[in-house]
């Protein structure tokens, strides 16, 4: 399954109308790694999922006792930190090799730091589901148990405490991306984090996928939220999920709630059924569309790179 990086930054021009928004791009690759005996390639990231699960499941129980990454020097430093007058935008994507699951987020949490520090962000997008693999390739129960409960309730999850921390820390607003257990139903969800570190709302994937190494019906439920958009110190920001970016009514009721950026956390890449398909374009001028019909910025921030499901066996089972 391979992903592309790219960050659409639709129609610049129409950031005239925008003269309050900064749009910047931080891409980090990492060095490649295997949870598998079977690496495929060193270009590639292979994972089969009960053992990746296991680990995930060990290293979350220390999750709220690891400290977060050092900050290069002290917040106070920034000049202009706290100015919420502008939107600065940055758009992260991260190569998916790492050591270990913990290392998901470890790069996540860094490549944040990075963007505030070196590029003056106020917020941050993470790519879809960023604490692990894009494990909807196959339907796979095991990864059930890697769901995130009691997003909303103040410190009940530690990874949601852990970048309230951050965010509150550095002076940032957090869309964070990640799969939500709620009751008896799981999401593809988006939990809103504001620069002062409170939780400011949820939105639930509302358009789910279900294709060929795209198979989210066997996971997610469809979102319960409707579209929304959160009033965050840097200004009302909208938020849809991957999929959701194909349907003009989701910028739209986004724009219509008031929205002054739109931003999909997303995981699109190849086509399995058929390698020949690049819907690269496709899917780009589906988002310049959507800027030009609601004259705002839509921003995405995509997957980087090869990853491969593979089965008990260590063979490629995709």
């Not at 390639?41 to 999922?49: A, G, L, M, Q, V």
């Not at 739109?262 to 020949?276: F, M």
Request: charged share 20%; glycine share 6%.
């Amino acid at each position: 399954f391979i992903y592309s990086s790219f960050t659409q930054i639709p129609f610049s021009s129409l950031l005239l109308f925008h003269l309050f928004l900064i749009i910047i791009i931080v891409t980090t690759q990492a060095s490649s790694s295997s949870f598998s005996p079977n690496t495929m390639s060193s270009n590639h990231f292979t994972y089969e999922p009960n053992q990746y699960v296991q680990l995930h499941q060990e290293q979350r129980k220390t999750l709220e006792n690891t400290p977060l990454p050092p900050l290069p020097r002290p917040i106070e430093e920034l000049v202009g930190r706290g100015d919420f007058s502008k939107i600065k935008v940055a758009a992260v994507q991260l190569e998916t090799p790492v050591s270990s699951p913990q290392g998901f987020v470890d790069r996540a949490e860094k490549a944040v730091i990075e963007a505030v520090y070196e590029h003056g962000a106020n917020l941050v997008l993470l790519q879809e589901l960023f604490q692990g693999p894009y494990f909807c390739q196959s339907q796979e129960a095991a990864f059930f148990a890697t769901a995130e409960s009691h997003v909303e309730e103040e410190g009940q999850n530690a990874l949601i405490a852990r970048m309230q921390q951050l965010a509150k820390m550095l002076q940032v607003v957090l869309p964070i991306s990640l799969f939500e257990r709620k009751n008896n139903a799981y999401y593809n969800s988006v939990v809103m984090i504001d620069a002062d570190g409170s939780i400011l709302g949820t939105y639930r994937k509302t358009h789910i996928p279900d294709g060929t190494g795209y198979q989210e019906k066997y996971y997610f439920t469809p979102g319960d939220t409707g579209f929304k958009v959160f009033h965050t110190k840097v200004g009302v920001v909208g938020v849809g999920i991957c999929w959701d970016q194909w349907f003009p009514e989701t910028a739209r009721a986004m724009a219509l709630l008031g929205a002054d950026v739109l931003l999909y956390p997303t995981a699109i890449g190849s086509e399995p059924q058929d390698p020949t398909i690049d819907s690269a374009d496709h899917w780009q001028r589906a988002m310049q569309g959507h800027a030009a019909s609601n004259v705002i910025p839509v921003i995405a921030s995509n997957r980087y790179g090869t990853e491969i499901l593979l089965d008990g066996e260590g063979k490629e089972k995709q």
